[in-house]
């Protein structure tokens, strides 16, 4: 479910992400595809499943966190 979120504070660091999904049958079974991009870098990647999604987002957060939230590409 989601939950309805104001805006960060002003100051508060965040970063946007684009994601593009859609299912793919193979013998009768549906499965999640989609592409994640970072808005900012424009990196991209492809993932089949929510989990491959949640790294892909996890690790671009990380290494901004890690360079004391600025974005860089």
Do not use: C, N
């Not at 991209?44 to 690790?59: K, N, P, S, T």
């Amino acid at each position: 479910m989601i939950q309805d979120h104001p805006e960060p504070p002003t100051g508060t660091s965040s970063t946007l992400f684009t994601v593009r999904i859609w299912t793919e049958s193979f013998d009768g079974e549906a499965e999640w595809r989609g592409k994640v991009q970072h808005l900012h870098s424009g990196g991209a990647g492809y993932f089949r499943g929510w989990q491959m999604l949640v790294e892909f987002i996890e690790a671009i957060v990380t290494r901004r966190a890690e360079r004391g939230g600025h974005e860089q590409s």
